[in-house]
């Protein structure tokens, strides 16, 4: 039974940074994602880590960070130079194999979700 659980969201001023961590019971070989949805809007792809890759989106590369600590099953993302269209809830998300671009960015890749951390910068 896959079980995903995010934590580290909160309100934070433009510039600050937040670190979002996934708890995720998942083999070290599922590939793992960071989604955000803003209010109205779908819910897009952020980041994504597996296999030995990493993928980001255009908006984030340079000031997000995706890791994984396998040790203890929990994958971070690292916001940084945070901006208000980050804002939103942030999502974890697994599926079993490897990433693959810019498939893993999309959400349809995944059919393992978490509940989402509020992410709010204002």
């Known amino acids: 039974h896959v079980q995903l659980v995010e934590s580290g969201g909160g309100s934070v001023q433009p510039g600050g940074s937040l670190r979002l961590s996934c708890a995720a019971s998942?083999?070290?070989?599922?590939?793992m994602g960071w989604f955000r949805q803003a209010s109205g809007r779908q819910r897009a792809g952020i980041a994504s880590?597996?296999?030995?890759?990493?993928y980001y989106v255009d908006a984030v590369k340079g000031r997000f960070t995706i890791d994984r600590d396998n040790a203890n099953d929990v994958v971070h993302l690292q916001m940084d130079r945070l901006m208000p269209e980050d804002t939103g809830i942030y999502y974890c998300?697994?599926?079993?194999?490897?990433?693959?671009?810019?498939?893993?960015?999309?959400?349809?890749?995944?059919?393992?979700w978490g509940q989402g951390t509020q992410v709010t910068v204002s």
């Open positions: 998300a697994a599926q079993p194999g490897g990433c693959r671009y810019p498939s893993s960015l999309a959400p349809g890749w995944y059919n393992y």
């Open positions: 998942v083999a070290s070989f599922y590939c």
């Open positions: 880590i597996g296999g030995g890759n990493t």
